[in-house]
Structures are given as C-alpha cells and as structure tokens.
C-alpha cells in the first residue's frame, strides 16, 4: 500500500507532499521524503558507483526501513518523485508504471497557464488524479 507520494522541486523544495494515512504518521513520512533526497543526490552526483545510468529516471529502491520501502524517480528537469510503501514484495515493473502516470499527471499539472513554476501544487484536479493512482497501485499485477 502507498503510504505517501511526494514531487520536489530540483532546488530541493516541497511541491507537494502527500500521506495516505493517518495524520500521526505525516511527520514521520515528510522524514522519511526528506531523508531520500540524499539517497536521490547521492545516486545522480555518483552514476558510476550505483545501478541507474545518467539516461535512466527510474532511480529503483532508494532504501528500505523498518516499515517502509522507498522509490524515487527523477525527471529531465531534476524534479524529484519520492514513492514511500509498505509493501514488501513491490515490483519494478509496478512502480515504473506509477512513476510513469504520476509523471504525465504532473506535466498536465505544471503545463496549467495559471501555475507558477517553482511554487506548491494547489491543483484539486492533480490531487484527484494521484488519488486515482495511487488506489490503482498494483491491481493490473493482481488480475
């Protein structure tokens, strides 16, 4: 189950953050995003020392925890994507499927004339469109 989702900015700023569970765990969570963007920096700054190439956004397994797993995407502009999961069989191929949706529903999202580059997600309909996503998460590997 998709516990949290996040889109950083490529300074490294919140553009949206968002838990899927309760509110006691949101802190923890925004840690937890937090946290992944050494791993993130740490993954681009050395290409030679981890797996993904410099053309690969998909950046795979950032780092397990205790109870989490968490995924992280990059995209041609440095905008970070962070996935954090409590699922502990997750496959490649499902992430890579929500990164990619996730991914065209933040271009649909940034591409509005009325939003400011740089500046939080306020979009009701991106919103929706993560929540739709995220409740479909893994349901095409269930069939």
Do not use: W
């Not at 838990?19 to 963007?37: E, N, P, Q, R, Y």
């Not at 954090?84 to 890579?96: G, I, K, Q």
Request: aromatic share 10%.
């Amino acid at each position: 189950m998709i516990v949290c989702v996040a889109v950083v900015g490529h300074q490294n700023n919140p553009l949206y953050i968002q838990s899927f569970t309760d509110a006691d765990d949101a802190l923890k969570l925004h840690h937890i995003v937090h946290c992944s963007l050494d791993v993130v920096d740490e993954r681009v700054n050395n290409p030679k020392k981890s797996g993904p190439t410099l053309n690969d956004t998909f950046l795979g397994l950032l780092y397990p925890t205790e109870n989490y797993k968490v995924y992280g995407y990059l995209t041609n502009t440095k905008v970070k994507f962070i996935l954090v999961t409590t699922d502990l069989d997750v496959r490649d191929a499902d992430v890579r499927n929500f990164f990619r949706r996730f991914h065209a529903a933040y271009v649909d999202a940034v591409s509005n004339p009325f939003h400011v580059p740089g500046k939080k997600i306020t979009s009701r309909t991106f919103a929706d469109r993560v929540s739709t996503i995220v409740n479909s998460f893994g349901l095409s590997s269930a069939a």
